[in-house]
């Protein structure tokens, strides 16, 4: 089991909850961004391009409790900007601990090792660590030499200090998927709970305009990436957001799964999208024209997103809508599959970098020739 | 929100193909407004500046009708039926309580601050990086801006 029982059961028992109620959107993961400034300048990150005036503004302690309140979901994601920049992140963790709610704390490590002891273990606090691949992927992506030793060093503090630790990854074109694998392995090494890895997204204002994936290539990244997947790796997915990645089913988008909210207010209509704010949960929800997102509305923002945020909630909503639903996907949790495809494994070992940038001229730490082989262990 | 010229690349690449069968999307363009003082002599040009502004990430300063001006952040605009009912909501520089400007209200614009997203490429950085690296630099990194 990639995430606790407790939390596993907190977040079933929500989910029925608003379906007895007859709720048709509700919300599973509230992304509360407290501050944007950064201590890193990814050029694949638009959420950091503000005037100054606007990154040194934080959301206070009460402003985040009060949109947790207003939102009701079981789960919060804090991102950003860096969390642990936000002089008052400690007290903000410690009120969200208090009020049950799970808690996935994203950062990018620089200062974890150093600010771990502000911070208590608790089943409700997970540190989800934003690691973009190995070394020089990492650093590559994160526009800073070193960055990748610093990250694991803080997993590696968390996890002896007694914390619950994940991982996130994102994966930009040009992504090497034997490289990603090796980057799993890595990480399950220092021992942390469960990862996650999700496309990057041709997000508006992101200054990298031009390495987006499309869905096909999506697909095929992601059939490489997951299929053949060896037991040890945990990832804190659901698997069929999992299956979605990889192509096996479809999910349309349910943007209200993850609202976000920051010093702007709830943000219209997802953490991708910026068309707009909300001043209450309540405004959101009512005055958003949600049929105006998600592929199957045309919009063409939309056209190539398979991103976590939008579509993970999809899945969680299809195992309490029918008992079908409800029966895959238990069936999924008692029998993980390693998803054995010999198409897949074939797919990774002749999978060539395809663009003739400097990004592919990156060495991985193993030999290039060296091929990954399945062991399914 | 992204005008339909700013996502044009991607509205053309999608009337050929179907999204699923994409295999990289096109991104979009970007308009270099710092600086810009637009005409807003009809409410077409008017709606169509403050959709540009709200795209912009730098300061912008609204000058109202009444020779009060407004600087700040243009974080989100309200579109309604008529220049009287649609409004420009702003953070202003040195506070932060949301002030906003109807449309009616507003005798110039302009895009006064730095656009904190211009020349912030992936193509910038990966330039960077290999003139650095051809120098023998090591630690080589974007640092983020200093705030004060
Ligand atoms: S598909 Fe959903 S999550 Fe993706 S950009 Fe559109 S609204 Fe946002």
Redesign the interface.
Known sequence: MAVPVSQAWTVASYVLKQKIKGRKRYPLVLMLEPLF????????C?K??????????DLSPEECFRAVEECGAPMVSIPGGEPLLHPKMPEIVAGLVARNKYVYMCTNALLLKEKLHLFKPSKYLSFSVHVDGEREHHD?SV?????YDIAMEGIRAAVAAGFRVTTNTTLF?GADPNSVRRHFDQLMAAGVESMMVSPGY?Y??A???????????SRRLFRAILSNRKKTWQFNTHPLFSEFLMGKRNFECTPWGMPTFS???WQKPCYLL????ADTFQELMETTEWENYG?KSGN??C??CMVHSGHEASAVDYNFSSLKGFLVTASKYMFPSTYPDPDAQKLLNEWKPEHA???VQIQSSASDNELQTVSGD | MATEQQEHLKIEQLRQHSADEIETIAGREKENLEGWIPSLATDTEIREALEKAFDYRGDITITLKDGAKVEGYLFDRRSGSSLKDSFARVLPTNDRTKVNVAYSDIAALAFSGRDAAAGKTFEAWVKKYWEKKAAGEKNIQIEPEKLD
């Open positions: 400034r950064c201590n890193l300048a990814c050029a694949g638009g950091i391009q503000y005037p100054a005036h606007i990154l040194k503004s590559f526009c800073r030499e070193g960055g074109d041709t508006d204002k200054p990298d305009q031009n390495h987006f994936l499309g869905k096909a290539k010093i702007f207010g910026q068309d707009g704010y592929a063409p923002r056209a190539n940038t400097p990004l």
